[in-house]
């Protein structure tokens, strides 16, 4: 079973997950989590996928997409649903009403209040039923299913980044193409380049 992890290290021990994330809370839990994590999913490059992920968590302390929107940033981010102040002032403040608006209908979410349950969670960010479906799949484990919440801890937070890094990035793409491939364009590419450069370091010292 894929909850049944070994004592040793093989790929990222705390040490070396603390330097590469310097904020991560909980180290220790976190590299046991995604040293299995890499093992089951038979991730190559970890250097690439523990950038992607600090970038997109802050170092795994953002683990919950926030939903929580002035009405001037609603229009900047959704401007082709949010149109007017008036219209944006609706949803403003309210995360799971705006949650539902955006995501229902969309990413496999077609039941009432799907939106918000399946909101972004995770070192990466998983969206929608469609994701959180095949993460249940791939582990052979309805939980993140019918709890989508433990996608902000360790153990099932390791897998969902794991499992998205090994089925929407390219083997041995390089920071731009990763980048594209989990942000959908090249927000934040200097701090991502520079953690890739930092983390490859650390792993090979």
């Not at 046991?32 to 950038?51: H, K, N, P, Q, S």
């Not at 095949?134 to 299913?145: E, I, M, S, V």
């Not at 927000?187 to 090979?204: C, F, P, S």
Request: aromatic share 10%.
């Amino acid at each position: 079973m894929w909850l049944d992890a070994v004592d040793a290290y093989r790929h990222i021990t705390p040490e070396q997950l603390k330097a590469a994330l310097p904020r991560c809370p909980e180290p220790d839990k976190w590299a046991r989590a995604f040293d299995d994590a890499v093992d089951f999913f038979g991730v190559r490059d970890i250097a690439m996928l523990l950038a992607q992920a600090g970038h997109e968590s802050n170092d795994l302390t953002r683990l919950e997409e926030s939903l929580y929107y002035s009405a001037e940033r609603l229009m900047a981010v959704w401007p082709s649903r949010f149109e007017t102040y008036a219209r944006a002032s609706q949803f403003a403040g309210q995360p799971e009403k705006l949650a539902n608006e955006v995501y229902g209908g969309r990413m496999g979410n077609t039941r009432p209040g799907d939106g918000w349950r399946y909101r972004g969670r995770g070192p990466i960010q998983l969206t929608g039923r469609y994701n959180y479906t095949r993460l249940a799949t791939a582990l052979d484990d309805d939980a993140p299913l019918h709890t989508p919440g433990l996608l902000t801890e360790p153990v099932y937070g390791a897998m969902s980044a794991c499992w998205y890094f090994v089925v929407h990035v390219t083997p041995h793409a390089d920071i731009e193409t990763a980048t594209r491939e989990i942000n959908g364009g090249l927000h934040g590419l200097a701090d991502r380049r520079n953690r890739y450069q930092r983390i490859k370091t650390t792993l090979e010292a």
